[in-house]
């Protein structure tokens, strides 16, 4: 597995707890775009081309994941256009797995976001994969612990996943069926994930990597997904059969296909992975919903702004005045 990061902010690069220096990629533009979109993708047109060759010199892959924040100016800019450059150039699959801002970030934010993932999807990705700061707060108690928490949590799933994937299995499934999951409902997926740290019944390990605690996003698993894949770790003596069929036949009951895989590791307690994609978000239309009124807000105070009216009618109280000394 190859990584490399991308950032306008040399700041941010810098405090990168767990990636290489080696693969941290400074895109020159002073300290950042400062959350503006347009100028995001100005520089990326601008140094596309370094870009690229960064990627490419890492070699040829199976599978890539664009892990990015959707409301800084950087991340919601680059990822779109970089995403749809990798698909024209490149065979393998590319998914994104994108972090949706907290809502009370500001309206800069939330336009961001709402722009980014459109553009997402037109973009030609194989998928995009949500996980939200705002969501993680909820269930987990404050702004501070989310933010701590998400880049853990993503890690935590995505290395789980590509573990798997690669490992010898007693119920098989693969890469190609990760594809087809990706490939169901409205092109939106999340992932949950449970690990125990004592001895459970299996059942109660699925069930937990089904819901919101184990969720990176927030949804009715049995009302908006529509294809799934389970994938269990655990002792063999854990891997109860009967329990297992019986958690996905339910799952399988209400979403459609369910794909699952069970890998045997001699003394680990249950873990479980599950990736859901979406035919509908109620979230999202939540969040959409007060983006637009956040672009609304915005061009209003740009609007009142130009107009300079209330400026206007302050400054001209000094009309024939001059100072006196």
Not at 205 to 230: C, H, K
């Amino acid at each position: 597995m190859q990584t490399i990061a991308f950032n306008t902010a040399v700041n941010d690069l810098k405090e990168m707890k767990f990636t290489k220096a080696k693969d941290r990629v400074h895109i020159p533009h002073l300290h950042g775009v400062g959350a503006n979109r347009n100028i995001g993708k100005k520089v990326f047109e601008e140094k596309k081309e370094m870009i690229m060759r960064q990627i490419e010199e890492k070699g040829n892959f199976d599978i890539a994941f664009v892990v990015t924040s959707a409301s800084g100016g950087t991340g919601s800019s680059f990822t779109p256009l970089l995403v749809k450059e990798m698909k024209e150039r490149y065979d393998y699959p590319v998914y994104c797995i994108v972090v949706l801002p907290f809502r009370e970030e500001g309206t800069l934010y939330l336009q961001n976001a709402a722009f980014s993932l459109r553009e997402l999807r037109q973009s030609g990705a194989d998928g995009v994969i949500l996980a939200d700061n705002q969501y993680l707060k909820n269930i987990g108690g404050s702004i501070q612990e989310a933010y701590n928490g998400i880049n853990d949590m993503i890690a935590e799933r995505l290395l789980f996943l590509l573990d798997a994937l690669d490992s010898e299995m007693m119920m098989v499934t693969d890469l190609g069926d990760f594809k087809t999951v990706m490939s169901g409902g409205a092109g939106l997926a999340t992932i949950g994930f449970f690990r125990a740290e004592k001895e459970m019944p299996i059942k109660t390990a699925i069930q937990n990597a089904l819901s919101p605690s184990g969720l990176l996003f927030s949804t009715d698993v049995y009302d908006e997904a529509s294809r799934a894949m389970v994938i269990i770790k655990g002792d063999r003596k854990f891997l109860s059969i009967d329990d297992i069929s019986s958690e996905i036949e339910k799952l399988s009951g209400a979403v459609g296909h369910v794909f699952k895989g069970i890998v045997v590791r001699n003394g680990e307690f249950p873990q479980v992975l599950s990736v859901l994609t979406l035919e509908s978000a109620h979230e999202l239309e939540e969040l959409y919903s007060v983006a637009v009124q956040a672009i609304h807000h915005e061009k209003a105070k740009k609007q009142r702004v130009e107009e300079g009216a209330e400026l206007d009618k302050t400054f001209s109280q000094l009309e024939g005045l001059e100072p006196e000394y």
